[in-house]
């Protein structure tokens, strides 16, 4: 059973590029968390889905971020018009229901140039 | 303000010393995870806890819920340089009635040989 599986690892963008950032939940999963670090810093929640449906977006910026999980196919978290400010790591993260474990991916590194 | 604070920020000890880090809250969590997290991975999973009071232990680490299910303890015992890396707590917010999973900012462990 694969674990989260998250791509790319490594992705590097030019102010106002788009970023798209996948996540392919470990299977069974049906919820996914999106969450972004900065250097020496702890995860900071952004979104909470569910297979199409956002349950809760409250940590994500209100312009230039999107997310989705369609039904089927991985979750993207969508950076669109990307700023120096949005270079961190992003991890999701998966469970298979409510209030149950969940399991990171190794995350993917935006550094916007 | 973060929902769950971790104390302290960062630690620096010498191999074979004991130590403890803490998980605190105003809010009460009907579960809570502990996880590590070395440079350039993701999170990965030590313990969850779910009754108030509830020790678990795990080798030389041993995690502890409180009463009111409010905090929680890590306490490592004869620190090596392995357990070197950052220490996430995270729990449900049923505040929101989302139960999306929100982090502490981590304790930042270095275990010098």
């Known amino acids: 059973n694969a674990g989260v599986m998250q791509n790319p690892r490594h992705l590097v963008r030019r102010r106002g590029q788009e970023a798209r950032l996948r996540c392919s939940p470990m299977k069974g999963h049906s919820h996914v968390y999106w969450y972004r670090q900065l250097p020496e810093e702890g995860l900071k929640f952004m979104v909470y889905?569910?297979?199409?449906?956002?349950?809760?977006e409250s940590g994500m910026p209100k312009e230039r971020f999107s997310a989705e999980f369609p039904k089927e196919g991985p979750s993207i978290l969508r950076i669109q018009q990307v700023v120096r400010g949005d270079s961190a790591a992003y991890f999701c993260?998966?469970?298979?229901?409510?209030?149950?474990?969940?399991?990171f991916g190794q995350g993917t590194r935006l550094t916007v140039v | 303000t973060q929902l769950l604070e971790q104390s302290p920020q960062f630690l620096s000890i010498q191999e074979g010393e004991n130590l403890t880090v803490y998980c605190n809250s105003s809010s009460v969590f009907s579960s809570l995870q502990w996880y590590r997290q070395e440079p350039g991975e993701g999170p990965v999973l030590l313990v969850t806890?779910?009754?108030?009071?509830e020790v678990k232990k795990l080798k030389r680490l041993t995690f502890q819920f409180g009463d009111a299910r409010k905090d929680s303890s890590l306490h490592i015992t004869a620190a090596q340089p392995g357990d070197t890396g950052l220490y996430l707590c995270?729990?449900?917010?049923?505040?929101?009635?989302?139960?999306?999973?929100?982090f502490g900012a981590g304790t930042r462990l270095t275990v010098k040989p």
């Open positions: 993260a998966s469970s298979p229901n409510m209030n149950t474990e969940a399991f």
């Open positions: 889905l569910q297979k199409e449906n956002i349950i809760d």
């Open positions: 806890v779910v009754t108030g009071g």
């Open positions: 995270a729990g449900e917010d049923s505040s929101y009635n989302n139960n999306d999973m929100r």
